[in-house]
């Protein structure tokens, strides 16, 4: 039930209990017989509140209900795409690792075979260039 109409269900009760108290009081009858027509119509008032009442309450925990499982569908989407991106994410590293194994396996490989070329000893290096140095000083 819309505000507007939760409004228009007040104003209406209202305006029937303000008639009706009007109607008693101005209708030329005996002290019983106002006293029970009062009675009686405070009786249906209330049955009447009592009615909108229970009828509001359903509407509210509807729309509750509704507006409940609207937030679980969008919390299962947010979660089903999280899950599908991890899933995504996790192949990627995946193959990439494969990648890494195949060339280290590759290397491994040429290493073995001696086709990774040669190797340099630094030492052997730093003397070689402190003898050409040295050589190239004298």
Do not use: W
């Amino acid at each position: 039930m819309s505000c507007k109409q939760s409004y228009f269900v007040g104003g209406l009760f209202v305006g029937a209990v303000v008639g009706g108290v009007t109607a008693l009081l101005l209708a030329p009858t005996s002290g019983e017989e106002m006293r029970q027509k009062i009675r009686s119509d405070a009786e249906e008032t209330m049955d009447d509140v009592h009615d909108q009442a229970v009828e509001y309450s359903e509407n509210v925990k509807t729309q509750m209900q509704d507006l409940a499982d609207s937030l679980n569908d969008k919390v299962n989407q947010y979660k089903n795409q999280i899950e599908n991106k991890i899933q995504e994410i996790h192949d990627e590293v995946n193959q990439d690792i494969a990648e890494l194994n195949e060339e280290l396996d590759d290397l491994k490989e040429e290493a073995d075979n001696g086709e990774a070329g040669e190797t340099v000893d630094l030492d052997e290096a730093a003397d070689q260039d402190a003898e050409t140095e040295e050589k190239e000083e004298e």
